[in-house]
């Protein structure tokens, strides 16, 4: 194998193995919920958000024939919605989660309705479907500023994730450098713009 295939593959499992450590780390808010059979500082809304960005990523990798975004979205969409049932299983106000959840399963629909029926044109709907993934993704990678406000403002850590906060740095590398080495628009220009706020996340 030539050394630019061994590259390409050291990548790709790279995004793979990065990603989905990223994405395991909801398995100890899952045990949590198990263990106390109740939500309490479990937050909802990221497992909703993640799994339909995961999703629309998948989308995007069927259509360009991405193995590497085909796997990891695929076993993402299935570990978030199993945080999901499991919120659902131990939350004891189940009406807002199901709205939450109904509310973006109907946007996704609508999204998929939009790129598979309206835009025949192939190439048309991988850039559309590309564009629109990047936005959602960054906007969900943003929302952590929230919880960085909160620590400057308290002096205290106790909001963020360590173990969360490499995944997503090391996870963030990994896509830019992925994104770049396929000269992918939608990957490379986030990717490479992400690690240096995750970079401020554990400072």
């Not at 999703?55 to 193995?67: E, F, P």
């Not at 499991?86 to 109907?106: D, H, I, M, N």
Request: glycine share 8%; charged share 10%.
């Amino acid at each position: 194998m030539e050394a630019g295939g061994v590259a390409d593959s050291l990548l790709s499992g790279a995004c793979v193995v990065f990603t989905l450590g990223m994405f395991s780390t909801g398995l100890s808010d899952l045990r949590h919920m198990q263990m106390t059979r109740s939500v309490d500082s479990v937050q909802f809304l990221p497992f909703l958000t993640t799994d339909v960005n995961n999703l629309g990523w998948l989308s995007y990798g069927v259509l360009k024939g991405d193995g590497t975004l085909i796997i990891v979205n695929a076993l993402g969409a299935m570990l978030q919605t199993l945080y999901i049932v499991a919120y659902l299983r131990y939350c004891p106000q189940k009406r807002g989660v199901l709205l939450q959840t109904a509310t973006l399963l109907g946007v996704l629909f609508l999204g998929y309705g939009y790129f598979w029926l309206l835009i025949p044109d192939v190439e048309a709907r991988l850039q559309q479907l590309g564009l629109f993934c990047s936005v959602f993704t960054i906007s969900m990678y943003l929302s952590p500023l929230a919880d960085l406000a909160k620590v400057i403002q308290t002096k205290s850590t106790h909001r963020l994730s360590f173990s969360l906060t490499i995944a997503t740095l090391l996870s963030s590398a990994s896509w830019s450098l992925y994104g770049f080495r396929l000269s992918d628009p939608y990957i490379t220009p986030f990717y490479r713009r992400c690690p240096t706020f995750q970079e401020s996340l554990p400072a």
